[in-house]
Protein backbone atom coordinates (compact mmCIF):
# COMPACT_ATOMS: atom_id res chain seq x y z
CA UNK A 1 0.00 0.00 0.00
CA UNK A 2 1.19 2.93 -0.87
CA UNK A 3 0.31 5.57 2.12
CA UNK A 4 0.23 5.32 5.53
CA UNK A 5 -0.27 8.90 6.78
CA UNK A 6 -3.60 8.63 7.93
CA UNK A 7 -4.68 10.44 11.38
CA UNK A 8 -6.88 8.34 13.89
CA UNK A 9 -7.22 10.81 16.10
CA UNK A 10 -8.02 14.29 15.20
CA UNK A 11 -8.96 16.73 17.28
CA UNK A 12 -10.46 20.61 17.19
CA UNK A 13 -7.66 23.09 18.67
CA UNK A 14 -9.61 25.51 21.00
CA UNK A 15 -8.31 28.65 22.01
CA UNK A 16 -8.28 31.00 24.56
CA UNK A 17 -9.54 28.09 27.08
CA UNK A 18 -6.04 27.15 27.97
CA UNK A 19 -6.65 26.29 31.30
CA UNK A 20 -10.65 25.08 31.14
CA UNK A 21 -9.85 21.50 30.97
CA UNK A 22 -8.43 18.83 33.78
CA UNK A 23 -7.69 15.33 33.55
CA UNK A 24 -7.50 12.65 36.40
CA UNK A 25 -9.77 12.64 39.26
CA UNK A 26 -8.02 14.19 41.87
CA UNK A 27 -7.99 17.17 39.15
CA UNK A 28 -11.29 16.98 38.25
CA UNK A 29 -12.96 16.23 41.86
CA UNK A 30 -10.66 18.93 42.82
CA UNK A 31 -11.91 21.79 40.25
CA UNK A 32 -15.48 20.51 40.95
CA UNK A 33 -14.46 21.18 45.18
CA UNK A 34 -13.72 25.03 43.92
CA UNK A 35 -16.40 25.91 42.30
CA UNK A 36 -18.71 24.48 44.82
CA UNK A 37 -16.52 26.27 47.65
CA UNK A 38 -17.49 29.58 45.20
CA UNK A 39 -21.27 28.61 46.78
CA UNK A 40 -22.51 30.91 48.97
CA UNK A 41 -25.50 29.11 50.11
CA UNK A 42 -25.30 26.77 53.30
CA UNK A 43 -26.73 23.98 51.39
CA UNK A 44 -24.76 23.16 47.92
CA UNK A 45 -26.57 21.08 44.71
CA UNK A 46 -24.13 19.48 42.77
CA UNK A 47 -25.85 17.66 39.58
CA UNK A 48 -24.13 15.26 37.75
CA UNK A 49 -26.46 14.47 34.55
CA UNK A 50 -25.19 11.16 32.56
CA UNK A 51 -26.10 9.86 28.81
CA UNK A 52 -27.19 6.61 28.75
CA UNK A 53 -24.00 4.27 28.97
CA UNK A 54 -22.36 5.85 31.49
CA UNK A 55 -21.09 4.10 34.06
CA UNK A 56 -23.14 5.69 36.53
CA UNK A 57 -22.09 2.90 39.51
CA UNK A 58 -18.78 3.56 39.43
CA UNK A 59 -19.35 7.28 39.52
CA UNK A 60 -21.78 7.14 42.26
CA UNK A 61 -19.26 5.57 44.39
CA UNK A 62 -16.27 7.75 43.13
CA UNK A 63 -18.36 10.69 44.43
CA UNK A 64 -19.75 9.66 47.36
CA UNK A 65 -16.44 8.58 48.63
CA UNK A 66 -14.02 11.66 47.31
CA UNK A 67 -16.72 14.09 48.14
CA UNK A 68 -18.37 12.94 51.38
CA UNK A 69 -21.46 14.78 50.63
CA UNK A 70 -24.64 15.08 53.35
CA UNK A 71 -26.66 13.29 50.75
CA UNK A 72 -26.22 11.56 47.29
CA UNK A 73 -29.24 10.64 45.53
CA UNK A 74 -29.58 8.15 42.25
CA UNK A 75 -32.15 9.16 39.60
CA UNK A 76 -32.56 5.59 38.71
CA UNK A 77 -34.09 5.28 41.82
CA UNK A 78 -36.92 7.24 40.58
CA UNK A 79 -37.48 4.68 37.55
CA UNK A 80 -40.49 3.09 36.92
CA UNK A 81 -40.06 -0.75 37.26
CA UNK A 82 -38.50 -2.60 34.54
CA UNK A 83 -41.62 -4.31 33.80
CA UNK A 84 -43.40 -1.33 33.42
CA UNK A 85 -40.62 0.61 30.70
CA UNK A 86 -40.99 -2.15 28.66
CA UNK A 87 -44.66 -2.14 28.40
CA UNK A 88 -43.59 2.01 27.45
CA UNK A 89 -40.77 1.02 24.85
CA UNK A 90 -42.61 -2.41 23.39
CA UNK A 91 -44.43 -0.63 20.75
CA UNK A 92 -41.32 0.99 19.76
CA UNK A 93 -39.47 -2.17 19.39
CA UNK A 94 -40.90 -4.04 16.20
CA UNK A 95 -41.55 -7.38 18.55
CA UNK A 96 -38.91 -10.51 17.28
CA UNK A 97 -37.30 -8.47 14.55
CA UNK A 98 -33.74 -8.98 15.25
CA UNK A 99 -32.81 -5.14 13.77
CA UNK A 100 -35.86 -3.22 13.13
CA UNK A 101 -37.81 -0.95 15.25
CA UNK A 102 -40.04 2.38 14.96
CA UNK A 103 -38.60 5.74 16.19
CA UNK A 104 -39.36 6.41 19.67
CA UNK A 105 -41.06 10.16 20.45
CA UNK A 106 -41.47 9.26 23.99
CA UNK A 107 -39.76 12.14 26.61
CA UNK A 108 -37.56 11.66 29.45
CA UNK A 109 -39.56 11.96 32.47
CA UNK A 110 -42.16 9.19 30.35
CA UNK A 111 -39.44 6.72 32.40
CA UNK A 112 -40.21 7.70 35.47
CA UNK A 113 -42.85 7.28 38.42
CA UNK A 114 -43.57 11.10 39.50
CA UNK A 115 -44.28 9.91 43.37
CA UNK A 116 -41.06 8.57 43.79
CA UNK A 117 -39.72 11.73 41.98
CA UNK A 118 -41.42 13.69 44.54
CA UNK A 119 -39.71 11.66 47.37
CA UNK A 120 -36.70 12.39 45.83
CA UNK A 121 -37.10 16.35 45.85
CA UNK A 122 -38.48 16.38 49.39
CA UNK A 123 -35.31 14.45 50.60
CA UNK A 124 -33.79 17.41 49.03
CA UNK A 125 -35.36 20.10 50.60
CA UNK A 126 -34.83 18.18 53.81
CA UNK A 127 -31.25 18.93 54.18
CA UNK A 128 -30.79 22.27 55.87
CA UNK A 129 -26.70 22.47 54.90
CA UNK A 130 -23.71 20.69 53.35
CA UNK A 131 -23.36 18.71 50.32
CA UNK A 132 -26.35 17.52 48.01
CA UNK A 133 -25.18 14.95 45.09
CA UNK A 134 -28.05 14.56 42.18
CA UNK A 135 -26.69 11.92 39.82
CA UNK A 136 -27.61 10.07 36.91
CA UNK A 137 -29.67 9.92 33.47
CA UNK A 138 -32.83 12.52 34.69
CA UNK A 139 -30.73 13.57 37.75
CA UNK A 140 -31.91 17.48 36.67
CA UNK A 141 -35.63 16.31 36.69
CA UNK A 142 -34.62 15.99 41.21
CA UNK A 143 -32.93 19.45 41.25
CA UNK A 144 -31.69 22.21 38.44
CA UNK A 145 -28.67 22.33 41.06
CA UNK A 146 -26.14 24.92 42.41
CA UNK A 147 -23.23 23.00 39.90
CA UNK A 148 -24.52 21.22 37.10
CA UNK A 149 -22.37 18.70 35.54
CA UNK A 150 -22.88 16.56 32.14
CA UNK A 151 -21.29 13.11 31.87
CA UNK A 152 -21.31 12.17 28.09
CA UNK A 153 -20.50 9.50 25.89
CA UNK A 154 -20.68 9.36 22.16
CA UNK A 155 -22.67 6.47 20.82
CA UNK A 156 -19.76 4.53 19.84
CA UNK A 157 -18.55 3.63 22.86
CA UNK A 158 -21.72 3.10 24.02
CA UNK A 159 -22.05 0.24 21.67
CA UNK A 160 -18.89 -1.02 22.76
CA UNK A 161 -20.52 -1.22 25.86
CA UNK A 162 -23.08 -3.50 25.02
CA UNK A 163 -20.86 -5.67 23.20
CA UNK A 164 -18.80 -6.46 26.32
CA UNK A 165 -22.22 -6.43 28.65
CA UNK A 166 -20.96 -3.44 30.34
CA UNK A 167 -24.51 -1.60 30.54
CA UNK A 168 -27.73 -2.25 29.75
CA UNK A 169 -30.68 -0.29 28.07
CA UNK A 170 -32.42 2.76 29.90
CA UNK A 171 -34.23 1.38 32.87
CA UNK A 172 -33.98 -2.15 32.25
CA UNK A 173 -32.08 -4.74 33.63
CA UNK A 174 -30.88 -6.61 30.48
CA UNK A 175 -26.96 -5.93 30.09
CA UNK A 176 -26.63 -9.49 29.40
CA UNK A 177 -29.24 -9.64 26.66
CA UNK A 178 -27.37 -9.97 23.06
CA UNK A 179 -25.48 -6.77 22.15
CA UNK A 180 -27.55 -6.28 18.62
CA UNK A 181 -30.91 -6.48 21.13
CA UNK A 182 -29.01 -3.52 23.32
CA UNK A 183 -27.82 -1.73 20.25
CA UNK A 184 -31.82 -1.85 18.59
CA UNK A 185 -33.24 -0.57 21.57
CA UNK A 186 -30.57 2.26 21.80
CA UNK A 187 -31.16 3.18 18.63
CA UNK A 188 -34.60 3.46 18.52
CA UNK A 189 -35.57 4.63 21.80
CA UNK A 190 -32.96 5.45 24.41
CA UNK A 191 -31.01 7.46 22.06
CA UNK A 192 -33.56 9.57 20.86
CA UNK A 193 -35.35 9.98 24.22
CA UNK A 194 -31.87 11.23 26.04
CA UNK A 195 -30.92 13.78 23.40
CA UNK A 196 -34.48 15.45 23.37
CA UNK A 197 -33.75 15.57 27.36
CA UNK A 198 -29.78 16.72 26.09
CA UNK A 199 -30.59 19.42 23.58
CA UNK A 200 -32.13 22.08 25.84
CA UNK A 201 -29.57 21.05 28.31
CA UNK A 202 -26.28 22.45 26.50
CA UNK A 203 -26.70 25.87 27.27
CA UNK A 204 -26.85 25.60 31.19
CA UNK A 205 -23.60 22.92 31.71
CA UNK A 206 -21.36 24.11 34.00
CA UNK A 207 -18.92 21.54 33.28
CA UNK A 208 -18.94 19.02 30.84
CA UNK A 209 -17.47 15.30 32.37
CA UNK A 210 -15.40 12.28 29.48
CA UNK A 211 -15.37 9.17 30.72
CA UNK A 212 -14.93 8.02 27.86
CA UNK A 213 -12.02 6.15 29.32
CA UNK A 214 -13.16 5.80 33.00
CA UNK A 215 -9.64 5.53 34.47
CA UNK A 216 -8.33 9.24 32.41
CA UNK A 217 -11.47 11.43 32.99
CA UNK A 218 -11.66 14.96 31.69
CA UNK A 219 -13.61 17.93 33.32
CA UNK A 220 -13.74 21.18 31.39
CA UNK A 221 -15.73 24.16 32.26
CA UNK A 222 -19.45 24.15 29.68
CA UNK A 223 -18.94 27.57 28.73
CA UNK A 224 -15.38 26.56 27.34
CA UNK A 225 -17.11 23.48 25.43
CA UNK A 226 -19.72 25.74 23.97
CA UNK A 227 -17.23 27.73 22.78
CA UNK A 228 -15.13 25.38 21.40
CA UNK A 229 -17.70 23.83 19.75
CA UNK A 230 -18.45 27.32 17.85
CA UNK A 231 -15.35 27.84 16.78
CA UNK A 232 -15.23 24.40 15.00
CA UNK A 233 -17.82 26.29 12.97
CA UNK A 234 -14.85 28.59 11.22
CA UNK A 235 -13.13 25.86 10.51
CA UNK A 236 -12.53 22.54 8.87
CA UNK A 237 -12.65 19.77 11.08
CA UNK A 238 -12.74 16.01 11.49
CA UNK A 239 -14.62 13.73 13.51
CA UNK A 240 -12.75 10.73 15.11
CA UNK A 241 -13.36 7.88 12.73
CA UNK A 242 -14.03 4.01 13.94
CA UNK A 243 -13.25 1.11 12.54
CA UNK A 244 -14.78 -2.42 12.79
CA UNK A 245 -14.21 -6.09 11.42
CA UNK A 246 -16.96 -7.30 9.79
CA UNK A 247 -17.32 -11.29 7.83
CA UNK A 248 -16.84 -9.76 4.80
CA UNK A 249 -14.09 -7.24 5.58
CA UNK A 250 -10.37 -6.81 4.10
CA UNK A 251 -7.03 -5.72 4.70
CA UNK A 252 -6.75 -2.38 3.34
CA UNK A 253 -7.54 0.03 5.92
CA UNK A 254 -4.70 -1.94 7.99
CA UNK A 255 -2.10 -0.99 5.91
CA UNK A 256 -3.87 2.21 5.22
CA UNK A 257 -5.42 3.66 7.86
CA UNK A 258 -2.37 1.85 10.30
CA UNK A 259 -4.64 -0.22 12.16
CA UNK A 260 -3.54 -3.25 14.26
CA UNK A 261 -2.11 -6.50 12.21
CA UNK A 262 -3.47 -9.17 14.67
CA UNK A 263 -7.07 -8.23 14.19
CA UNK A 264 -8.21 -10.65 11.67
CA UNK A 265 -9.60 -7.96 9.17
CA UNK A 266 -11.72 -4.49 8.98
CA UNK A 267 -14.30 -3.89 7.13
CA UNK A 268 -16.02 -0.60 8.14
CA UNK A 269 -14.74 2.58 8.81
CA UNK A 270 -17.22 5.03 9.91
CA UNK A 271 -15.20 8.43 9.44
CA UNK A 272 -18.27 10.96 9.10
CA UNK A 273 -21.35 9.67 10.63
CA UNK A 274 -21.74 12.01 13.02
CA UNK A 275 -24.25 10.32 14.80
CA UNK A 276 -21.98 7.81 16.48
CA UNK A 277 -18.60 9.51 16.22
CA UNK A 278 -16.94 11.75 18.39
CA UNK A 279 -15.66 15.06 18.01
CA UNK A 280 -11.99 15.88 20.36
CA UNK A 281 -11.88 19.46 21.71
CA UNK A 282 -8.07 20.00 22.29
CA UNK A 283 -8.10 22.68 25.19
CA UNK A 284 -4.04 22.99 25.31
CA UNK A 285 -3.06 19.47 24.82
CA UNK A 286 -5.42 18.03 26.90
CA UNK A 287 -8.38 16.62 24.42
CA UNK A 288 -11.75 15.94 25.98
CA UNK A 289 -14.26 13.73 23.82
CA UNK A 290 -17.50 14.59 22.87
CA UNK A 291 -20.37 13.32 20.85
CA UNK A 292 -19.98 15.00 17.19
CA UNK A 293 -24.14 15.44 17.81
CA UNK A 294 -23.20 18.10 20.16
CA UNK A 295 -21.85 20.26 17.97
CA UNK A 296 -24.82 19.18 15.43
CA UNK A 297 -27.76 20.05 18.51
CA UNK A 298 -25.92 23.35 19.58
CA UNK A 299 -25.15 24.83 16.76
CA UNK A 300 -27.47 23.04 13.91
CA UNK A 301 -27.90 26.19 11.21
CA UNK A 302 -24.22 27.71 11.56
CA UNK A 303 -22.87 24.22 10.87
CA UNK A 304 -25.64 22.94 7.83
CA UNK A 305 -27.06 26.36 6.77
CA UNK A 306 -30.34 27.97 6.70
CA UNK A 307 -31.69 25.84 3.67
CA UNK A 308 -30.09 22.28 4.97
CA UNK A 309 -31.46 22.89 8.58
CA UNK A 310 -34.88 24.21 7.55
CA UNK A 311 -35.00 20.39 5.74
CA UNK A 312 -33.28 17.81 8.32
CA UNK A 313 -33.33 20.08 11.18
CA UNK A 314 -30.56 19.43 14.07
CA UNK A 315 -29.95 16.01 12.11
CA UNK A 316 -26.33 15.82 9.90
CA UNK A 317 -28.03 14.40 6.71
CA UNK A 318 -24.76 13.09 4.82
CA UNK A 319 -22.69 10.19 5.99
CA UNK A 320 -19.05 9.16 4.77
CA UNK A 321 -17.72 5.41 5.20
CA UNK A 322 -15.24 3.49 3.90
CA UNK A 323 -16.32 -0.63 3.07
CA UNK A 324 -12.95 -2.81 2.70
CA UNK A 325 -13.40 -5.92 1.17
CA UNK A 326 -9.60 -6.04 -0.34
CA UNK A 327 -8.87 -9.97 0.13
CA UNK A 328 -12.24 -10.39 1.40
CA UNK A 329 -15.71 -11.14 0.29
CA UNK A 330 -18.96 -9.71 -1.01
CA UNK A 331 -21.32 -7.88 1.32
CA UNK A 332 -24.63 -8.97 1.82
CA UNK A 333 -26.90 -8.28 -1.30
CA UNK A 334 -29.66 -5.74 0.03
CA UNK A 335 -31.85 -2.70 -0.97
CA UNK A 336 -32.58 0.40 1.09
CA UNK A 337 -36.70 1.51 1.79
CA UNK A 338 -38.18 3.96 -0.03
CA UNK A 339 -39.07 7.35 1.69
CA UNK A 340 -42.90 6.77 2.19
CA UNK A 341 -42.07 2.91 3.78
CA UNK A 342 -39.63 4.65 5.89
CA UNK A 343 -41.61 6.88 7.20
CA UNK A 344 -44.20 4.43 7.50
CA UNK A 345 -42.85 1.51 9.48
CA UNK A 346 -40.38 2.88 11.04
CA UNK A 347 -40.49 6.73 11.29
CA UNK A 348 -37.79 8.09 9.90
CA UNK A 349 -38.41 11.63 7.87
CA UNK A 350 -35.91 10.26 4.80
CA UNK A 351 -34.38 7.17 3.38
CA UNK A 352 -31.09 6.05 2.70
CA UNK A 353 -29.96 6.77 -0.84
CA UNK A 354 -26.32 6.38 -1.30
CA UNK A 355 -23.36 5.81 -3.79
CA UNK A 356 -20.42 3.77 -3.95
CA UNK A 357 -16.87 6.12 -4.60
CA UNK A 358 -14.05 3.08 -5.65
CA UNK A 359 -11.62 4.20 -3.56
CA UNK A 360 -9.18 1.32 -4.67
CA UNK A 361 -9.84 -1.78 -6.57
CA UNK A 362 -8.16 -4.74 -7.91
CA UNK A 363 -8.40 -6.03 -10.97
CA UNK A 364 -10.89 -8.78 -10.53
CA UNK A 365 -13.12 -5.83 -8.43
CA UNK A 366 -16.66 -5.82 -9.83
CA UNK A 367 -20.18 -4.20 -8.07
CA UNK A 368 -23.60 -6.05 -8.12
CA UNK A 369 -26.32 -3.38 -8.85
CA UNK A 370 -29.59 -3.68 -10.43
CA UNK A 371 -31.17 -6.55 -12.57
CA UNK A 372 -30.03 -8.11 -15.44
CA UNK A 373 -32.40 -7.09 -18.34
CA UNK A 374 -34.03 -10.64 -18.90
CA UNK A 375 -35.25 -10.85 -15.31
CA UNK A 376 -38.09 -12.93 -13.98
CA UNK A 377 -39.08 -11.61 -11.29
CA UNK A 378 -41.02 -15.24 -9.99
CA UNK A 379 -37.82 -16.98 -10.31
CA UNK A 380 -36.20 -13.99 -8.32
CA UNK A 381 -38.61 -14.28 -5.75
CA UNK A 382 -38.63 -18.36 -5.71
CA UNK A 383 -34.57 -18.55 -5.41
CA UNK A 384 -34.71 -16.01 -2.53
CA UNK A 385 -36.93 -17.62 -0.66
CA UNK A 386 -35.11 -21.40 -1.66
CA UNK A 387 -31.77 -19.47 -0.39
CA UNK A 388 -33.35 -18.39 2.58
CA UNK A 389 -34.48 -21.57 3.77
CA UNK A 390 -30.92 -23.00 2.93
CA UNK A 391 -32.29 -25.56 0.44
CA UNK A 392 -29.66 -24.06 -2.29
CA UNK A 393 -27.55 -20.90 -3.01
CA UNK A 394 -28.79 -18.13 -4.28
CA UNK A 395 -27.89 -17.55 -8.04
CA UNK A 396 -27.03 -13.92 -8.16
CA UNK A 397 -25.73 -13.33 -11.67
CA UNK A 398 -28.56 -15.18 -13.03
CA UNK A 399 -30.79 -11.98 -11.70
CA UNK A 400 -28.11 -9.48 -10.64
CA UNK A 401 -25.91 -7.54 -13.16
CA UNK A 402 -22.29 -7.52 -11.81
CA UNK A 403 -20.33 -4.52 -13.49
CA UNK A 404 -16.22 -4.42 -13.49
CA UNK A 405 -15.36 -2.20 -11.21
CA UNK A 406 -12.37 0.00 -11.31
CA UNK A 407 -10.46 2.90 -9.29
CA UNK A 408 -12.33 6.33 -9.22
CA UNK A 409 -15.46 4.77 -10.94
CA UNK A 410 -19.31 6.23 -9.00
CA UNK A 411 -22.12 3.70 -8.96
CA UNK A 412 -25.49 5.85 -7.61
CA UNK A 413 -27.56 3.81 -5.65
CA UNK A 414 -31.06 5.44 -5.30
CA UNK A 415 -33.59 3.61 -2.67
CA UNK A 416 -35.06 0.67 -4.10
CA UNK A 417 -32.42 -0.31 -6.19
CA UNK A 418 -30.42 -4.14 -5.34
CA UNK A 419 -27.01 -3.70 -4.80
CA UNK A 420 -23.61 -4.54 -3.12
CA UNK A 421 -20.24 -4.11 -3.33
CA UNK A 422 -18.26 -7.52 -4.36
CA UNK A 423 -14.48 -8.42 -2.88
CA UNK A 424 -11.19 -6.69 -3.27
CA UNK A 425 -12.83 -3.52 -3.37
CA UNK A 426 -12.39 -0.07 -1.42
CA UNK A 427 -15.61 1.86 -1.27
CA UNK A 428 -16.25 5.22 -0.08
CA UNK A 429 -19.75 5.24 0.74
CA UNK A 430 -21.27 8.08 0.78
CA UNK A 431 -24.99 8.56 1.64
CA UNK A 432 -27.92 10.07 3.70
CA UNK A 433 -27.62 9.20 7.40
CA UNK A 434 -30.21 6.63 8.27
CA UNK A 435 -27.73 3.52 7.74
CA UNK A 436 -29.19 0.97 9.99
CA UNK A 437 -32.16 0.87 7.32
CA UNK A 438 -30.51 -2.28 5.21
CA UNK A 439 -32.58 -5.20 4.01
CA UNK A 440 -30.67 -8.02 3.43
CA UNK A 441 -31.87 -10.34 0.89
CA UNK A 442 -28.86 -12.82 0.61
CA UNK A 443 -25.86 -13.02 2.42
CA UNK A 444 -23.84 -15.91 0.35
CA UNK A 445 -24.43 -18.58 3.18
CA UNK A 446 -21.83 -17.44 5.64
CA UNK A 447 -22.03 -16.48 9.09
CA UNK A 448 -21.93 -13.30 11.46
CA UNK A 449 -19.13 -12.68 13.50
CA UNK A 450 -20.82 -14.09 16.17
CA UNK A 451 -21.30 -17.26 14.63
CA UNK A 452 -24.47 -17.04 14.04
CA UNK A 453 -26.54 -16.10 10.57
CA UNK A 454 -26.96 -12.32 9.62
CA UNK A 455 -30.51 -11.63 9.92
CA UNK A 456 -32.08 -11.50 6.06
CA UNK A 457 -35.12 -9.39 5.71
CA UNK A 458 -36.70 -10.38 2.89
CA UNK A 459 -40.55 -9.41 3.95
CA UNK A 460 -38.87 -5.72 3.87
CA UNK A 461 -36.53 -6.00 1.20
CA UNK A 462 -38.92 -7.44 -1.48
CA UNK A 463 -41.78 -4.94 -0.45
CA UNK A 464 -39.10 -1.67 -1.60
CA UNK A 465 -37.86 -3.41 -4.75
CA UNK A 466 -37.89 -1.17 -7.70
CA UNK A 467 -38.59 -4.21 -10.54
CA UNK A 468 -37.14 -1.71 -13.81
CA UNK A 469 -34.13 -0.87 -12.76
CA UNK A 470 -32.72 -3.31 -15.27
CA UNK A 471 -29.02 -3.30 -17.07
CA UNK A 472 -29.75 -0.85 -19.56
CA UNK A 473 -31.39 2.30 -17.21
CA UNK A 474 -28.65 1.40 -14.76
CA UNK A 475 -25.61 2.03 -17.33
CA UNK A 476 -27.76 5.36 -18.51
CA UNK A 477 -28.34 6.58 -15.06
CA UNK A 478 -25.86 5.03 -12.36
CA UNK A 479 -23.23 3.94 -13.68
CA UNK A 480 -20.12 6.81 -13.90
CA UNK A 481 -22.57 9.60 -14.70
CA UNK A 482 -19.78 12.32 -15.48
CA UNK A 483 -20.52 15.71 -16.25
CA UNK A 484 -17.60 18.19 -17.16
CA UNK A 485 -18.59 21.82 -15.09
CA UNK A 486 -15.26 24.18 -15.48
CA UNK A 487 -11.24 23.55 -15.43
CA UNK A 488 -8.84 26.19 -15.25
CA UNK A 489 -4.92 26.22 -14.89
CA UNK A 490 -4.18 22.84 -13.10
CA UNK A 491 -7.97 22.00 -12.20
CA UNK A 492 -11.18 20.54 -13.75
CA UNK A 493 -14.56 20.23 -11.79
CA UNK A 494 -16.50 17.43 -12.44
CA UNK A 495 -20.25 16.46 -11.32
CA UNK A 496 -20.43 12.47 -10.74
CA UNK A 497 -23.68 12.19 -8.76
CA UNK A 498 -26.13 11.63 -7.39
CA UNK A 499 -28.85 10.31 -9.24
CA UNK A 500 -32.18 13.05 -9.40
CA UNK A 501 -34.16 10.99 -6.79
CA UNK A 502 -31.28 11.90 -4.23
CA UNK A 503 -30.70 14.77 -2.46
CA UNK A 504 -27.20 14.85 -2.15
CA UNK A 505 -24.75 15.53 -5.26
CA UNK A 506 -20.59 15.38 -5.57
CA UNK A 507 -18.50 16.93 -6.77
CA UNK A 508 -14.95 15.75 -8.11
CA UNK A 509 -12.23 18.07 -8.43
CA UNK A 510 -9.09 16.76 -9.85
CA UNK A 511 -6.08 19.33 -9.09
CA UNK A 512 -2.24 20.27 -9.29
CA UNK A 513 -2.92 23.62 -8.34
CA UNK A 514 -4.91 25.65 -5.78
CA UNK A 515 -8.41 25.29 -6.25
CA UNK A 516 -11.45 27.53 -4.66
CA UNK A 517 -14.78 26.11 -3.35
CA UNK A 518 -17.57 27.89 -1.73
CA UNK A 519 -20.21 26.48 0.35
CA UNK A 520 -23.15 28.29 -0.95
CA UNK A 521 -24.36 28.59 2.75
CA UNK A 522 -24.71 24.74 2.98
CA UNK A 523 -22.21 21.93 4.40
CA UNK A 524 -19.91 20.51 2.86
CA UNK A 525 -18.35 16.99 3.49
CA UNK A 526 -15.04 16.23 1.54
CA UNK A 527 -12.58 12.89 1.23
CA UNK A 528 -9.07 13.02 -0.51
CA UNK A 529 -9.82 10.44 -2.70
CA UNK A 530 -6.43 10.78 -4.68
CA UNK A 531 -2.72 11.77 -3.17
CA UNK A 532 -0.65 11.86 0.15
CA UNK A 533 -2.27 15.46 1.38
CA UNK A 534 -3.69 18.42 0.60
CA UNK A 535 -4.12 21.98 2.39
CA UNK A 536 -7.49 23.80 3.26
CA UNK A 537 -6.46 27.00 3.38
CA UNK A 538 -8.45 30.29 3.80
CA UNK A 539 -8.20 33.09 0.92
CA UNK A 540 -8.90 35.59 4.18
CA UNK A 541 -6.87 33.83 6.82
CA UNK A 542 -9.93 33.34 8.83
CA UNK A 543 -9.10 29.56 9.66
CA UNK A 544 -5.37 27.76 10.22
CA UNK A 545 -4.33 26.10 7.05
CA UNK A 546 -5.98 22.51 7.67
CA UNK A 547 -4.06 19.29 6.86
CA UNK A 548 -5.69 15.87 5.06
CA UNK A 549 -4.08 13.08 4.27
CA UNK A 550 -5.55 10.10 1.76
CA UNK A 551 -8.80 8.59 2.45
CA UNK A 552 -9.54 11.20 5.10
CA UNK A 553 -12.86 12.76 5.63
CA UNK A 554 -13.57 16.59 6.83
CA UNK A 555 -16.13 18.55 7.35
CA UNK A 556 -16.35 22.40 5.92
CA UNK A 557 -19.53 24.14 7.69
CA UNK A 558 -21.92 26.06 6.10
CA UNK A 559 -20.60 29.59 8.08
CA UNK A 560 -17.26 28.88 6.50
CA UNK A 561 -18.03 30.22 2.93
CA UNK A 562 -14.95 30.81 0.94
CA UNK A 563 -12.17 28.21 1.28
CA UNK A 564 -9.27 26.97 -1.07
CA UNK A 565 -7.44 23.44 -1.59
CA UNK A 566 -4.35 22.35 -2.77
CA UNK A 567 -1.84 19.79 -2.58
CA UNK A 568 0.60 19.52 -0.03
CA UNK A 569 3.57 18.53 -2.38
CA UNK A 570 3.02 21.20 -5.92
CA UNK A 571 1.73 19.93 -8.70
CA UNK A 572 1.09 16.64 -7.38
CA UNK A 573 -2.23 14.66 -8.87
CA UNK A 574 -4.53 15.09 -5.82
CA UNK A 575 -8.04 14.78 -6.45
CA UNK A 576 -11.30 15.64 -3.81
CA UNK A 577 -14.95 14.61 -3.92
CA UNK A 578 -16.89 16.60 -1.94
CA UNK A 579 -20.76 15.97 -1.28
CA UNK A 580 -23.61 18.57 -0.13
CA UNK A 581 -27.07 18.73 -0.02
CA UNK A 582 -29.17 20.26 -3.28
CA UNK A 583 -31.27 23.13 -1.82
CA UNK A 584 -32.57 24.33 -5.75
Known amino acids: MKYSNYDKFPSVPVAGFSDACVAGWPDCLGRLKKSLQSVSARKKILVVECYPGVDEAALYQLLRDQLAPELILWSKDALLSPEKIQSLVEPCLGGNDPVFGFLSELNLPAFFDASRLATLRQQVADIDSGLVIILGCGARQIAAGDIFVYADLARWEAQNRFRRHETGNLGADNQHDPANLLYKRAFFVDWRVADRWKRPLIAAWDFVLDTHRFAEPKLAAGEAVRQGLKQALTRPFRVVPFFDPAPWGGQWMKEVCDLPRDVANYGWCFDCVPEENS?????????????????????????????????????????FDLLDTMSGGNLSLQVHPLAEYIRQHFGMAYTQDESYYLLDAAENASVYLGFRG????????????????????????????????????????????VH???????????????????FKLWDWARLGLDGKPRPISLDHGIANIEWARKNGWLEKNLINRLEPLGSGDGWREEKTGLHELE????????????VLHHTHGGVNVINLVEGEAAVVESPTNAFAPFTVHYAETFIIPATVGEYRIRPLKPDQPTATLKAFVRTS
Do not use: M
Open 374 to 417: DLKKDEFLHDLTEAQAGRKAFPTTQHICQWPARKHDHFLIPAGT
Open 279 to 319: LVLDFNGLKLELPALDLVFYQPQSLLGEKVFARFGDEFPIR
Open 503 to 514: FIETRRHWFTRP
Open 420 to 438: CSGANSVVLEISATPYIFT
